[in-house]
């Protein structure tokens, strides 16, 4: 079964530079989350969307923004990159009922800022 | 963390034994994910279950969710050593919102 692909696995960048990452959400799922997670900590929620507007945002520094586009796939911008910013990036896509649904999580992207 | 806490934060214990890990959270919610990660690793989803659920199965799993009490408990029986990693538990609300938990480190001893 198709799984979240994102891209790319790994990304170095330097301070200031921007990134950015990207998500394939399973098909026919129409709701992609972003998380992020710091060494050894737990991930944290960042923004939502539910076909393709934005539904939620959570610990999103204004640095960042995101958006998903008409192929349900979405993109996380960071620019002014930080050394903080170092971090594993989760995607994560449900097919969202009245309830919520299960979410499957993609691989991540590790973010390295140095 | 925004929304639960997970207890004990680490566990160590012999192959074979039972691993009991509990979660409590602040708000209402809609469901309850656990996970597990291991190091460096990304996260695997392992069950849901839902706000008027109070118990799952899923192999050696075992959920349960007293919303009453705003906790769940996530249940390893016959623990493998391969069960080794950590164990987080995500709350989702009415909002396109899943919080996580501040997570538990088990250790399965060979």
């Known amino acids: 079964a198709a799984g979240v692909i994102q891209s790319p696995r790994h990304l170095i960048k330097e301070k200031r530079e921007t990134a950015t990452l990207k998500c394939y959400p399973i098909?026919?799922?129409?709701?992609v989350y972003w998380y992020q997670q710091g060494p050894g900590q737990d991930p944290q929620f960042l923004i939502s969307?539910?076909?393709?507007?934005?539904?939620d945002k959570g610990s999103i520094p204004d640095r960042f923004s995101a958006q998903q586009f008409s192929d349900y796939h979405s993109e996380l911008n960071m620019s002014s990159l930080e050394l903080g910013d170092s971090a594993l990036y989760f995607c994560?896509?449900?097919?969202?009922?009245?309830?919520?649904?299960?979410?499957?999580f993609g691989p991540g992207t590790r973010l390295t800022v140095t | 963390s925004q929304q639960g806490e997970e207890d004990p934060q680490a566990l160590s214990i012999q192959e074979g034994e039972n691993a009991t890990m509990n979660c409590s959270y602040k708000?209402?919610?809609?469901?309850l994910q656990w996970y597990r990660q291991n190091s460096g690793r990304g996260l695997v989803h392992l069950i849901l279950?839902?706000?008027?659920?109070r118990e799952k199965h899923s192999g050696r799993l075992r959920v349960t969710l007293d919303t009453s009490k705003k906790s769940s408990s996530l249940l390893i029986t016959a623990s493998r050593a391969a069960d080794t990693a950590s164990y987080f538990c995500?709350?989702?609300?009415?909002?396109?919102?899943?919080?996580f938990g501040t997570g538990t480190s088990l250790t399965v001893i060979p």
């Open positions: 994560a896509s449900s097919k969202l009922g009245t309830q919520g649904d299960e979410q499957y």
């Open positions: 098909p026919r799922h129409d709701t």
């Open positions: 969307f539910y076909e393709k507007m934005q539904s």
């Open positions: 708000t209402s919610i809609n469901n």
């Open positions: 279950i839902r706000s008027n659920e």
């Open positions: 995500a709350t989702g609300n009415t909002g396109n919102q899943f919080y």
